[in-house]
Each structure stands twice: as C-alpha cells, then as structure tokens.
C-alpha cells in the first residue's frame, strides 16, 4: 500500500480547505481503505492547482556553466567549418579568433488540449526548443546535451551575450507546436471516424423508427390528421438532419494550444569571424561555434535571411534563391518587309 503523509503550509492549507496532516495515495484501494485522499488526474484539488500554475506560467533564464576545457583554436574552427558548412563556389578562411560569446536558446512549453468526441478528450504536455537568434529547431544532439543540466542564474564566464530576436523565435516555436498538435490531431481522426460511423448509425436509425412509425398511422388517418403528421414527419427530419450535423461537429477532431512555460537559456559559445572567398573577392561572415553540440548553430542567408546554404557569386554571398539570376523577357524587333511600289522592280536575285 501507497501512501504518504503531508504536512501542509498555512498557506495552502486554506486554499485546500485540508487539515494541517493530510494523507495522500495514488491507489484508489488504499484511499477507500485506509480513507486518505485520492490524488489522481480529474481530483478537484489537483485540477485546481494545475490551473493555477498554468494561469501564473513558468518564466525565467539561465546560463549553462561555462566549461572548464581549453577553447577552441582558430585552425580547428577552420577546418570544421569547412566540414560542417557547405558553401556553393565558395571557400570559408577564418578571419580571426575565435572571440566567447553566449548563445540563446527559447524553450516554449504548452498544455495542448484535445477532443475528438465527448469520450475522447485528453491533455499532452508539448515543449520545443528553438535557437532564440534565428528560429531553427534544435538539434536532438544539443537537447541530449542540454537534458538534466543545472543551470545559473548568472553568467560564469566572459563571453558576450547574442541578442535573441523574439520576434522570429517565438513564431518559429509556436508553428513548431502547432505542427505536433496536427499530427498528433490527424492520428486521432482514424478513431473519431469509427465512433462517428457508429453515432450516426443510432441517430438514423431512431428517427428512421419514428418516421416509419408516422407514415403508418399516416395511411389511416384523416384529411386534418394526415396534414398534421405530415408536419411531424416534417419536423422530424429537421431534427434529424441537426442532430446529425451536432453528432459530425462532436466528433471533429480539434485541439487547443496553452502556452505555460518561455525560458530563455544561453549556451557557451565562440563566434568565430571567417571570409567566404570566391576567387579574388571575399565576404565577411560570422559563425558561431556551440561547445554542448560540437556543431555550429545554423546560419541565415546575409542578403535575404532565409535558413538555407549558402552560395558564393561574383558579387555577393546570399543562398540560391537570392543570387539566382531573375530571367526577363526581352522583346525582339521583327522587321517588316515594305509592299513594293507599283514603279518598283526587282529581280529574282535580289530576293532574301
């Protein structure tokens, strides 16, 4: 038997309405046994409580601790970047050492709520982390770095703080959220289909009973009658033809997303100033090196600040959809022979 024995706080006692000593069990035996409170998802009191966090929301930031190894060196910066980051007719040279830097991460948690009929409804905690400069998802590799790490309330090394752009992360966190719920939404369809399947089934068949039962008491009845259990048969497929549209609206699989939980977390980096070369020309750049992944964070275009790879041209660094050459349509003049006149002659020969 599971159970323990609480002493609660002045404070939370009169929120409760509990004694001072309470005891409290997740087993429905022990609790009709031995009389201690039921705390299970659906008691009041736990509904209560998660409300309320939900409504105050969870807040804050930290530093991971800086790492007691030696720094990278500009060369194997260099030649990781050449590794890690593809750039199209371009060669990436480090332009300077690799300078401390702190890289902000945005976790967004929410409290997703579902519903696919009046039977199925459920609540799934979702979370997701996203690089608070640029928007990108996390990589799986850096959140099994980041799991279970402590973190500070200060920072404990000398490096420069990344400005986040909230602007851009907060969006790119929510429609990451929104795209789990509607996956998450699209596997409950397949159920919401067959109970649906199943309701209507009844529905019909009620008012196919009641229908049939007006049309016989239809046949014998008089002229005044008859109008009035024609109105009734009337009203009846109005009624059926509505509860039937409430019964597809019932089992419509929906879902509702409550954000709770914005932490911003900086990580340890090195921003490491590097030159895409292209033949004779060069362009500055800047990648940041994240020490808990060994990889770099993902880079946006400089010209247009779309995430993809990026492409070296004659001009100027950008991606591929902003260096490729727009095509126009140039008019070409035809020219138009002129009608000979009548005095005119010409010969053979001289026709093209």
């Known amino acids: 038997m599971i159970h323990a024995l609480v002493l609660l706080p002045d404070a939370l006692r009169q929120d409760s309405e509990l004694p001072e000593e309470t ?5 429905p035996d022990v609790a009709r046994e031995d009389g201690a409170i039921l705390l299970i998802a659906g008691h009041p009191e736990v509904e209560r409580v998660a409300g309320a966090a939900l409504a105050e929301g969870d807040t804050g930031y930290g530093y991971l601790p800086w790492p007691a190894s030696r720094p990278p060196s500009r060369s194997a910066l260099e030649a990781r970047a050449r590794e890690l980051v593809p750039v199209e007719h371009g060669r990436i040279d480090a332009a300077g050492e690799p300078i401390a830097a702190y890289l902000p991460l945005l976790r967004v948690g929410a409290m997703v709520s579902y519903a696919a009929s009046l039977a199925l409804r459920f609540h799934e905690q979702e979370e997701v982390w996203v690089d608070a400069c640029t928007g990108t998802v996390v990589s799986e590799r850096l959140l099994s770095a980041l799991r279970d790490r402590g973190l500070l309330p200060n920072p404990d090394g000398r490096g420069r703080k990344l400005g986040p752009d909230l602007s851009v992360a907060i969006p790119a966190a929510h429609g990451r959220l929104e795209e789990r719920a509607l996956t998450r ?5 397949s159920h919401a289909r067959r109970a649906l399947g199943s309701e209507l089934a009844r529905a019909n068949a009620y008012y196919e009973s009641a229908l049939e039962s007006i049309a016989r008491r239809r046949a014998n009845a008089t002229t005044d009658r008859a109008r009035l259990l024609d109105a009734q048969a009337e009203a009846t497929r109005a009624e059926r033809d509505r509860r039937c549209r409430e019964i597809e609206d019932e089992h419509r699989p929906r879902h509702e997303l409550r954000p709770f939980r914005l932490h911003l977390v900086h990580l340890p980096a090195f921003v490491l100033p590097v030159e895409v070369r292209r033949g004779s020309r060069k362009f500055d750049f ?3 090196w994240v020490v808990a992944a060994g990889e770099f964070a993902a880079a946006r275009c400089p010209a247009c600040g779309a995430l993809e790879p990026l492409v070296a041209t004659r ?3 950008g991606c591929r959809a902003c260096t490729t050459p727009t095509t ?5 003049p035809t020219t138009t022979a002129a009608a000979p006149s009548e005095n005119s002659t010409s010969s053979p020969s001289s026709a093209v």
């Open 23 to 27: 005891t409290v069990t997740a087993n």
């Open 185 to 189: 939404e699209a596997s409950l369809a």
């Open 286 to 288: 800047e990648l940041t």
């Open 315 to 317: 001009e100027r660094l």
């Open 328 to 332: 126009s349509t140039t008019s070409v």
